[in-house]
């Protein structure tokens, strides 16, 4: 963005200029410093588009009292920067030369909006009601969209006559040549607004901050999307809304892992629990169960509890919670704990663990 010149200041005229003194003033300095006068010319070219921008603020008279209150920033976001007048040159010489092609523009529904929502475990099992801020573009209340202010300043176009185009006959030296270009009075609509609603300055739409209330259902997995109907960004022209689509993100649990349906917890047991077996409380997403590990049980076997895993999104399912023992050697042993080990091994003939398949596999191995 170029420096922003005061637009009064830019056209050379007072603050309390008439609209004629206005134009005047503007065609006079966008001969001067048209493109075509001054071919490659590029400060005139800019100053061409900074003219460009501050008449078309000022020679509207929402848009002027809007700047005279406001500045170039405008208001809140929602009704965009003057600086944003123009999109590019394109924009420019279709203001100045009242021609070119542009895009018909009836109601157009409004974009879709995503909203990633970050939840625990336990929520994406059991469902949760969430409270949701998104900032969006709502249609005007007053004018309800269309950015006039009653009915009756909506009004046919009288150039096309409501057609949203118009056709040009031109008289060739290959005949005659019948072109059909979009109305530009009034942008391929077929309407004009005669008097712009004042609540949105003729936009008809606001950038608000709404509160939302979202029902996770119970099954959601990281990348679930959960649409809410018409919540999205304000439709063009009196068009509908989009949809606001809340996409479930599950953080990481502490203590339990997620595999589809599955749940996965790792426990850890005794040495002497997993020597002489045990009942131990094993957690579990619907609380604390009783599992018996049997004597002689090893790192890395499984147990599978039976519906305490994840439902599906359907409900027609639930998994199961895989427990995976994992067990804990010893350390910092006493004298007479080490004692007892000691003589734990000698009475037990222990030479290298309990596993004979993999010693005699080893055996094997080395070729003996
Ligand atoms: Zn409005
Ligand atoms: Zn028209």
């Keep these: 963005m170029a420096d922003q010149r005061d637009y009064y200041e830019l056209l050379g005229v007072s603050r309390d200029a008439t609209q004629e003194e206005i134009k005047r003033?503007?065609?006079?300095?966008?001969?001067?410093?048209?493109?075509?006068?001054n071919p490659g010319d590029q400060a005139a070219e800019q100053r061409f588009k900074e003219i460009n921008a501050a008449y078309e603020v000022l020679s509207d008279p929402q848009k002027r009292e809007q700047y005279d209150m406001f500045g170039h920033d405008g208001p809140r976001r929602g009704a965009g920067g003057f600086g944003e007048a123009f999109g590019g040159f394109g924009d420019i010489f279709d203001?100045?030369?009242?021609?070119?092609?542009?895009?018909?523009?009836?109601?157009?529904?409004?974009?879709?909006?995503?909203?990633r929502l970050q939840i625990s475990l336990e929520e994406a099992a059991f469902g949760a009601e969430k409270r949701i801020t998104v900032e969006r573009h709502e249609a005007c209340e007053v004018c309800g969209g269309s950015g006039a202010a009653s009915a009756a300043s909506v009004q046919t176009c009288p150039t096309c006559?409501?057609?949203?185009?118009?056709?040009?006959?031109?008289?060739?030296?290959?005949?005659?040549?019948?072109?059909?270009?979009?109305?530009h009075r009034c942008r391929g609509r077929g309407q004009i607004v005669t008097e712009p609603c004042r609540n949105c300055q003729g936009q008809g739409y606001a950038y608000r901050t709404r509160e939302l209330q979202v029902r996770v259902p119970p099954g959601v997995?990281?990348?679930?999307?959960?649409?809410?109907?018409?919540?999205?960004?304000?439709?063009?022209?009196?068009?509908?809304?989009?949809d606001l689509y809340v996409v479930t993100i599950v953080s990481d649990h502490p203590v339990f892992k997620r595999s589809g349906l599955e749940i996965l917890c790792d426990v850890p047991i005794s040495f002497t629990q997993a020597a002489l077996g045990a009942e131990i409380q094993v957690p579990t997403l619907y609380g604390p169960e009783t599992l018996k590990v049997p004597e002689g049980t090893q790192t890395g076997t499984t147990f599978r509890l039976p519906n305490k895993g994840m439902p599906a999104l359907n409900g027609r399912r639930v998994g199961d919670e895989v427990v995976q023992i994992r067990v804990c050697t010893p350390t910092n042993l006493t004298e007479k704990q080490k004692d007892l080990l000691r003589q734990f091994a000698a009475a037990g003939?222990?030479?290298?663990?309990?596993?004979?398949?993999?010693?005699?596999?080893?055996?094997?191995?080395?070729?003996?």
């Excluded at 203001?95 to 909203?115: C, H, I, K, N, T």
């Excluded at 990281?222 to 989009?242: K, N, V």
């Excluded at 003939?349 to 003996?368: C, T, Y």
């Design 221 to 242: 997995d990281t990348g679930t999307s959960i649409r809410l109907s018409g919540q999205g960004e304000a439709g063009a022209h009196g068009g509908p809304p989009g």
């Design 349 to 368: 003939g222990e030479k290298h663990g309990e596993d004979k398949s993999f010693w005699e596999r080893v055996k094997e191995f080395l070729g003996s």
């Design 25 to 37: 003033a503007f065609r006079k300095l966008a001969r001067q410093t048209h493109p075509d006068v």
């Design 95 to 115: 203001v100045f030369f009242g021609g070119g092609q542009r895009r018909a523009a009836g109601p157009m529904r409004g974009s879709d909006l995503e909203y």
């Design 161 to 183: 006559r409501g057609a949203g185009q118009v056709r040009q006959v031109q008289n060739t030296l290959l005949g005659q040549v019948s072109t059909v270009t979009t109305c």
